[in-house]
């Protein structure tokens, strides 16, 4: 049981954590840089690049509970920008 009591509160502090906030998607900018977001939400859940024709993109993803942030970014830089809340899986 005690146990279970400090997995329950260590898994409440790491939400009360959480870099995923609505506050900090409203921080993120166009034109910032790949470092710049990753300095205000850490380092991503998921991301995947990719180019053409010279022109190179990212999209990464931080998740935390139901909360989904996702940045598009074009030649290193912020070009798009999501904050979502996600359903539970039952």
């Given amino acids: 049981m005690h146990t279970r009591a400090l ?3 260590a898994l409440l502090l790491l ?3 959480s870099k995923v906030t609505q506050e900090n998607f409203v921080r993120i900018q166009d ?3 790949e470092q710049d977001v990753t300095a205000i939400l850490g380092s991503p859940a ?3 690049s990719g180019s053409i024709l010279g022109i190179s993109g990212t999209t990464s993803t931080w998740t ?3 909360s989904e ?3 598009r970014f074009v030649n290193g830089k ?3 920008k ?3 809340k996600v359903a539970r899986k039952p």
């Fill in 82 to 84: 999501t904050f979502d």
């Fill in 78 to 80: 912020v070009a798009l």
């Fill in 7 to 9: 997995a329950f509160a």
């Fill in 64 to 66: 935390s509970g139901d």
């Fill in 46 to 48: 998921q991301s995947s």
């Fill in 69 to 71: 942030i996702t940045v």
């Fill in 15 to 17: 939400a009360a954590c």
């Fill in 31 to 33: 034109g910032m840089t």
